[in-house]
């Protein structure tokens, strides 16, 4: 599939993206009612669209897999304490996450971890929970969806999540796992993409979620309205770095979800190398506006702006944690 196909179809699942794309389109902020119909309309819209979207399966090793296609990627681990999923896709995909699932093992639905709060991640909280799903989260992630939330850079208010999506075991610190003879680690990086990202890693499978600390081969969304920064996505990136081998199978939040250490190294160094840009500029007096127009991310735009968090728009979210 062309980069360009790719951006096409996956737009379509992804709100930070589609709100991201809107804000760029139309050159400037919307007032927040104006923008509270606009987004209410694509959460609608993705929501519609997800409900037709092909749900792409790739098998990795020791019974896990990438369900590819329902906002951010889902890890699904399979075996006789029940399917786990890492991360809840969009809640209108239902239908072909089950035949995709069921294809896979007739083991039911048992476990669920969040890799953080937003909606792409934990709209199908609520089904997977119906199924059986007991649902493992962060205490921020909880946190978030008991609350109404408001996300600036989508300007967008998202109503609080009903209760069966409410994860019902929180973590603060890291946890270990045994199901289905897989030791599954779940480890907070502190703030950096919001501040209740997790990692989950199969240990034996040496396969390890970033959630979306990771964004492969796209620029990031930051969350600084729930506590992101790009320091903090800086830093989880050098965490996941250190944590993976050249044989480790990296599963990124967005972007082609079969990843490597390479990869992942190539995520970190991009976001070092546009932060020290963005940085000296502002250091040297610049306004937002100079600094996107000084194109602090030119050298990386070819490869990385091919999707909707466009140049401008990453440039304003470096601007505003330099
Ligand atoms: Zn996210």
Redesign the pocket.
């Known amino acids: 599939m062309s980069s360009r196909q790719h951006a096409m179809t996956r737009r379509r699942f992804c709100l ?1 993206c589609a709100a991201a794309t809107t804000v760029a389109a139309r050159g400037g902020w919307l007032s927040p009612s104006q923008a509270y119909a606009e987004a209410r309309t694509l959460v609608d819209l993705i929501r519609d669209d997800a409900a037709k979207a092909p749900i792409k399966v790739h098998k990795l090793r020791s019974d896990v897999c990438i369900l590819e296609g329902s906002g ?1 990627n889902i890890a699904m681990l399979a075996g006789t304490d029940g399917k786990v999923f890492i991360d809840g896709g969009i809640t209108a995909t239902k239908r072909r996450i089950l035949e995709a699932a069921n294809s896979l093992s007739p083991d039911p639905i048992k476990h669920l971890i969040n890799t ?1 709060w ?1 909606f ?2 934990t709209d199908g909280n609520e089904w997977l929970h119906g199924e059986g799903a007991a649902i493992v989260a962060h205490e921020n992630t909880r946190k978030h969806l008991l609350a109404a939330q408001r996300v600036e850079d989508w300007n967008f208010n998202f109503p609080p999540s009903p209760p069966a999506a409410i994860p019902a075991e929180v973590i603060s610190a890291e946890k270990t796992l045994m199901l289905n003879r897989t030791t599954l680690r779940l480890k907070p990086y502190g703030p950096a ?2 501040d209740g990202d997790i990692s989950v890693s199969f240990a034996e499978a040496d396969i390890l979620h970033t959630g ?1 600390t990771f964004w492969n081969g796209i620029y990031p ?1 930051i ?1 600084y309205s729930t506590g992101g920064s790009i320091g903090g996505m800086i830093k989880a990136a050098e965490s996941n770095v250190a944590a993976v081998g050249n044989n480790t199978i990296v599963i990124p ?1 967005h972007g082609q979800p079969v990843s490597n250490k390479a990869e992942l190294s190539a995520y970190r160094d991009m976001l070092v190398a546009i932060h020290e840009n963005v940085t000296r500029l502002k250091q040297q007096g610049r306004s937002i506006e100079e600094t996107v127009a000084a194109r602090p991310t030119a050298a990386f735009d070819a490869k990385w702006g091919q999707f909707v968090i466009t140049p401008e728009f990453f440039t304003r979210l470096v601007y505003h944690g330099a």
């Open positions: 930070c951010g953080h937003h792409d991640h993409h919001t979306d969304f969350d939040g």
